[in-house]
Each structure stands twice: as C-alpha cells, then as structure tokens.
C-alpha cells in the first residue's frame, strides 16, 4: 500500500471513529440535535458571536506579529492578519487537510524566503504562547474549583495529567534551545554528514533554535493577549448556551471544561478533534455538576458550527489555492 493510500485509510478512519463518537453523545444524551436549531434564532446573539471571533482573530494576529517582529520577520500587523484569518479558516472548515500552521509559514515564505528557519520556529513559538495562556486560564479555574476537584479522581487526575504533559514540553522546548549547542550536536552534525542534505536541515534548525530569543516584555504581552482570548472563546460558548434557552453556566467551570478540551482535542485521533472535543468538554462539565442533564456537548458543537459560518469567507477566497498547497505538503 502507497503513503497516500494509507494517509487516506487512515482518514477515513479517523471520521469513522468521530462518527462513533457523535452516534454514543446523541444516544447518551449529551448531544441533541434539536438545539442547533436555535443558533439563527437570535440574529443579536448571532452577530456576538462572529464578532467576538473576529476579535479573536485580530488579537492572534496581534501575538504573532509581536513574536515575529521580535525576529525581524514580521510583514506588519495589517498584512498578518490575512494570513491569520485564512490559517484559522483551514484550522476550522478542513482539519487534517491543510493545517492552518503550514497556510501561515506558506504565505510568510513568499515574502521572507531568506528567512524560513525563523519563521517556522516563529509559528512554533506562537502555538506554545498559545499554549500557556491555556494553561494560565486551565490553573486560575482549577484554582476556584480546586476543593471539588480534589473529590472528583477522575478530573483530578486528568488535570494532572494534562499538566505534567505540557511541563513535559515546556522542559523538552527549554532542552532543544540549550543542550544541542552544549554539546556541539549541531558541529557535529555538520563535520561528520556534510553531504547529507537533512543532517545539515537539522543543523541549521538546531543552530536557530539555539538563537531564538523573545524579549521578557513580548513574552508577557504574548501570555496576556492568549489569556485574553481563552476568556473570550469562554463568552463565546456562554453565548451558544444563551442561544439554546440553556441553563445558566458557571463561568469558571467553562474556563476549565474549554482548557481541558483543547488540550485533549490536541491528540491526533479523530481530524481536528470532532467528536473528542464534544465528548471532552461534555464529560467535563458533567463531573463539574454531578447529576446535571444538560446536553453540554451540543454547546461545544454549535460553537464548532457557527465559528465555521465565521471563516468561511476566508476559505472562500482562498479556495483556488487548496490543490496547489495539498500536492507541496
């Protein structure tokens, strides 16, 4: 079997277990259906909606041109944002077809080609970013429901196990900038496989990541602007729930449900983690508030649906340039 055959074995396998996933939500109650209905009810709450993802998209930009200014690679904020909105677009509208990542490094390329071992690890560095201002929100609302959930084992230890999982990386990012050049890895490298084109690649990013640096300053600003937004998908969802004529939600329970979700969406088992997500996020809240019948993983859906209505017209644009871009990858 060729390598594209199996990647689209392997595709087809991924949806067929999202499908799994939805099929037991629906049976067990945690999703109805019947509630997507009332997205488009309210056109007020609707329009909240897409702007808040709008500010999303605009204060993302804003990190990344931060981090890559810092480098010297940055286009300006106002050309940032295109690249931004049409990565999130590819994120949201096609998961695991072309990653909103690569749309970004993609676009960047064409304008810095000197510059492209800076620029990936400029993207990385922006996903990381965003990585600790989930964390910030995930730890101040572990924070507020840290008595419940010290009775609670099952979310005590997913917490747990969610957070030794990105202290792993954080020490495994801290190591990659500062034992290849300790250890002359990179030299090495270079003297001993001078004609190996990927031993001098890896070289190169070695030699990169070593000089990385981010100014304390852009680092904290960085930190606050994905806070920020954490709290700003939290009004979003909190939204979607008014718009079903929903319960009230605890705000804290949701800063902690959606910081838990993203991280476990994050494992590769289904594309863009469909159906993880809606599971995730509804068992969360359900261990939250024990006995609760509310079906929490329609919340999630909605907001995967409506921010897909917010995209669109990026993928829209962008759409003649989707076979090019999957036969580079």
Not at 188 to 197: D, E, I, P, Q
Not at 284 to 307: E, K
Request: proline share 4%; net charge positive; glycine share 6%.
């Amino acid at each position: 079997m060729t390598e594209a055959n199996q990647k689209k074995w392997l595709n087809v396998g991924k949806m067929f277990l999202a499908g799994i996933i939805f099929y037991l939500l629906v049976k067990t109650s945690q999703l109805n259906l019947h509630l997507l209905g009332a997205l488009v009810d309210n056109a007020t709450l609707f329009f909240s909606f897409v702007a808040i993802i709008f500010m999303v998209v605009f204060i993302t930009a804003w990190r990344w041109h931060l981090l890559s200014d810092a480098q010297q690679v940055s286009l300006g904020l106002k050309k940032t944002l295109k690249p931004a909105y049409i990565g999130g677009a590819f994120n949201t509208l096609l998961p695991g077809s072309v990653g909103g990542d690569f749309i970004r490094c993609h676009y960047v390329f064409k304008r810095i080609p000197e510059r492209k071992s800076a620029i990936l690890l400029t993207v990385f560095f922006d996903r990381v970013i965003g990585l600790m201002g989930i964390l910030t929100t995930l730890c101040l609302a572990a924070l507020l429901q840290i008595v419940f959930i010290a009775e609670q084992p099952k979310l005590f230890y997913l917490l747990l196990l969610l957070l030794c999982a990105c202290g792993g990386l954080f020490i495994a990012i801290l190591t990659l900038m500062v034992l290849p050049q300790r250890l002359g890895v990179s030299a090495r490298l270079k003297r001993n496989y001078a004609h190996s084109k990927w031993a001098l690649r890896i070289a190169g990013y070695f030699d990169v990541f070593h000089q990385y640096r981010i100014p304390k300053m852009v680092i904290f600003k960085a930190v606050i602007i994905s806070t920020i937004v954490e709290y700003l998908l939290v009004a979003s969802l909190l939204i979607i729930a008014k718009m079903m004529g929903l319960p009230a939600l605890n705000f804290s329970q949701v800063v902690l449900a959606l910081g838990m979700t993203l991280l476990v969406s994050v494992i590769p088992v289904t594309p863009g983690g469909i159906g993880v997500g809606e599971m995730a996020f509804a068992n969360i809240l359900l261990l939250l508030n024990p006995g609760s019948t509310i079906a929490y993983a329609t919340i999630y859906l909605g907001y995967r649906l409506l921010s897909m209505l917010a995209y669109l017209p990026a993928l829209w644009f962008y759409l003649p340039k989707i076979n090019l871009l999957q036969k580079k990858i």
